[in-house]
C-alpha cells in the first residue's frame, strides 16, 4: 500500500504545503506533488520572499546613501555590488525552502517530485523527466497556484520584456523602467529598482493605482511614490510594446482624451495580474467546472464538482494571496479529518511591502457606500505619533470605519510605516467583533507605532487625545 494515500496535494506552494502538513498532523497518510524541483511554490521562489528581501535590501541601501549622514552616521563611500545582493536575495530563498522540505519529513508528508495529472476521482499520475508512476488516493486536492499574464502582443521573453520572475533577477540596474500595471506586484518591484537608481515610469490603465484599494488612501498612496520619484501615467492603455534589442518602446493611450505616447526604457515589467495555473491537469476530463475566468468552481467546503477533490488558493475565487490559500489549506485538511475547517472571508488582510507600506483589512469606503451602510471614520496620521516621529518616518495615516449604529469596526486602512505587522491587530478584533469603542480602550505600549491605531479609534467618536 506504499502508492495508496488518504489525500494527495497537487501543488507544494502555501497553501498545498500548508495543507499536506496540516493533514498529516491530523492522522491523515499525505502526499504531496510539486513539479518546481523545490517547495514553496511562487511565494517562496519567485515571488512573495525574494521580493520582500529585495525591498528590505534595497531600503536599506537608499537609507545609506540619503539618510543616515544626516543622522550623525557618516559613511565616506557606498558601493551597489547587485550580484552580492542578489546573491543574499536567493539565500534567503534556499534557507526557506529547504525549511519546508524538512517539515516535509518531520511530520511524515511523503513528498513526490514532478508533474501531478489525475487520471481520475482516485487516481493521480507523477511525471518526473520520462518517468511516471501512478497513486491512489481517497481525496485530492488542487493548489497549482498561478502564473503571470501579459497583454495581447506582448511576448515577455525575461530578457528585456520581463514578468516578474525576470525583475526579481537582473543582473544590473536598468537607467530606466517602465511598469505596467500599478498594482501591488508592479509598485513592489517598481520601489525596488528606483531605490537602485533607476528612472521608473508607471503606465495604469485605471484613473488610480492599486485599483480597488480604499481610494483616499490609494491617493496618498500615489502621492507618496512621485514624492520619492516614481513617475505615473493613469487612465492609460497600453497598446504596443517593440523591443529594439538596446531598448524596448511602450505605446500607449490615454483613455480619456485618446492622446498617444510612446516612452522608451531599457526594460519593461508587465505587471498585469495573474491567472489561475491548472493547465495539464485533466480537469475536464474528470468532471470538474471551471468559471469563465479559469477558476475552478467550489463550495463552502472548497469541494469542486467532484466531491473528493478539493481546490484551494489562486486556482480559485477570491484575492490571489499566500495567507488566503493557507488559510483554506487548513480548512480542508481539517474537513478532509472530520472537523469544522472554515475560512473568514471579510478578515483576510492585505499588504503592500513598499515603503511606507500600506495594509487594509475588511471593507473599504466605496464598498461601504455600495451597499448602503452607514459609517464613521476615525482617523490618525503618523505625524502625531512619537515612534514615527522620532524614527523620522511619519508619511500616513490610520484610517478605521465602524458602523455608525453598533460601533463595530468594518474596515481598517493604514499607510505607513510596519503598518504590515500592525494589521494583524486589527483583524484579530474584527475577527473578534471588536467596537472602535474595545480598540480605544485597549491599553497600547508607548511609544509605538501601534499608538496611532488607539488613537483613530478615539477619533471615531472624535476624542483622539494628541491631533
Known sequence: MENKFDVIVIGGGPGGYVCAIRSAQLGLKTACVESRGSLGGTCLNVGCIPSKSLLNLSENYENAKKDFNEQGIEISSIKLNIEKMMKAKNKSIQVLT???EFLFKKNKVTYLKGKGVIFSKNDVIVYDGDKKK?????NIVVATGSSAVSLPGINI?????VSSTGALSLNQV????IVIGGGYIGLEMGSVWSRLGSEVTVVEYSDSITPGMDKEISKEFEKILTKQGIKFKLNSKVTSVKDKSNLVKVEFTNNKDSKKEEIEADKVLVAVGRKPYTEGLNLSKVGIIKDNKGRIKVNKALQTSVNNIYAIGDVINGPMLAHKAEEEGVAVAEILA???GHVNYDVIPGVVYTSPEVAYVGKNEEQLKSLNINYKIGKFPFLANSRAKVNNKTEGFVKILADSKTDKVLGVHIIGPHCG???AEMALAMEFGASAEDIARTCHAHPTHTEAIKEAALAVDKRAIHF
Open 98 to 100: 529547504k525549511g519546508v
Open 134 to 138: 501512478s497513486y491512489k488516493t481517497n
Open 157 to 161: 521573453d525575461e530578457k528585456n520584456i
Open 174 to 177: 536598468p537607467k530606466k523602467l
Open 338 to 340: 472530520g472537523q469544522k
Open 421 to 423: 505587522d500592525m494589521i
